[in-house]
């Protein structure tokens, strides 16, 4: 057992499903299905993650790699634990996970509307690379951001 507030992060299992469903639907307007979250855990190429606090599912992150590109595909933190620095846990794993896999650069995207997010980014060390208009749900943009994998950042 952990020590209280402590994250640890390790692989997604099919039985963390119902608490990584839980954020999902908390944290998106339109959320991943059980189906989305099955196929990660199913395929080769995506390694998925929670973070682990107190015992429960607090965050998870969906993590692509292939070949010399890595793709964030879904990452949310339960709204009660935001602002702990899990999300910032959990794209410290990511990014290990992707250089480990010798990836060179890391992409994702994110609503244009969701600041505290990009901000996380930004301070991450990701840069805005490009926008896809209306996106989401027709509608919003989604803005476009990249973040090059060195050994020393």
């Not at 299992?13 to 299905?33: C, K, M, N, Y």
């Not at 199913?42 to 793709?71: D, K, T």
Request: net charge negative.
């Amino acid at each position: 057992m952990s020590a209280p507030g402590t994250v640890d992060i390790r692989p997604m299992t099919e039985a963390d499903l119902e608490g990584v469903l839980a954020i999902e639907q908390a944290s998106f307007s339109h959320p991943w299905r059980r189906e989305h979250f099955l196929h990660e855990l199913a395929s080769s190429h995506s390694f998925p993650f929670v973070a682990v606090v107190e015992g429960s599912v607090g965050g998870y992150v969906c993590l692509m790699s292939l070949f010399e590109e890595a793709e964030i595909l879904d990452i949310a933190v339960a709204p009660h634990l935001r602002g702990r620095g899990i999300a910032r846990a959990l794209l410290e794993h990511a990014v290990a996970m992707a250089r480990g896999r010798l990836a060179g650069i890391m992409r994702l995207e994110v609503r244009v509307s969701n600041r505290a997010a990009i901000a996380l980014y930004e301070r991450f060390g990701f840069s805005r690379s490009g926008m896809r208009p209306k996106y989401y749900e027709g509608v919003e943009d989604a803005l476009l951001m990249e973040k090059l994998l060195s050994t020393d950042c």
